[in-house]
């Protein structure tokens, strides 16, 4: 048996430890019973930022965009790479109009920009507009 990992719930906010081996049966958290993994790219917040880039397991894909952008138009193949990649990386997505401070703490200076953390530390950044074959295969070259 494998150690355990730290899986933040989606919905809730809650640090679940889940066996590693175990990510792959649809964990659900402990405190509000909804999956752990949906396939969905999770909503991050100034509030829950912090919680979900340092206490997660499993590396965190953070899409930062804008309402303003066009960029929303990568949207939903995010959303399709995150079902592709689910349990082995969290895809978010953070929209800095709404929390400025972050998206100035992370030097984002162009939208969209996707990063990647894992423990708590930035390993991979990339800017531009990605299709989910593009965005996969990044990810993959960076782990």
């Known amino acids: ?52 880039i340092s206490r997660n397991g499993i590396p965190v894909l953070v899409d930062f965009w804008a309402p303003w952008c066009a960029c929303r138009m990568m949207a939903p193949a995010f959303a399709q790479a995150a079902a592709q990649m689910e349990p082995q990386v969290r895809f978010a997505k953070l929209n800095t109009e709404d929390h400025q401070m972050i998206g100035a703490q992370y030097g984002i200076r162009s939208i969209p920009t996707m990063a990647l953390f894992r423990d708590g530390k930035e390993i991979g950044r990339i800017s531009g507009a990605m299709g989910a074959a593009d965005i996969v295969r990044w990810v993959n070259s960076q782990l």
Request: glycine letters at 12%; proline letters at 12%; a positive charge.
């Open 1 to 52: 048996m494998s150690n355990p990992i730290n899986l933040v719930c989606p919905a809730c906010g809650v640090t679940n430890r889940i066996p590693a081996e175990r990510t792959a049966d649809h964990p659900k958290c402990g405190k509000c019973g909804d999956p752990l993994f949906n396939g969905h790219p999770t909503e991050l917040t100034g509030a829950n930022f912090g919680k979900h």
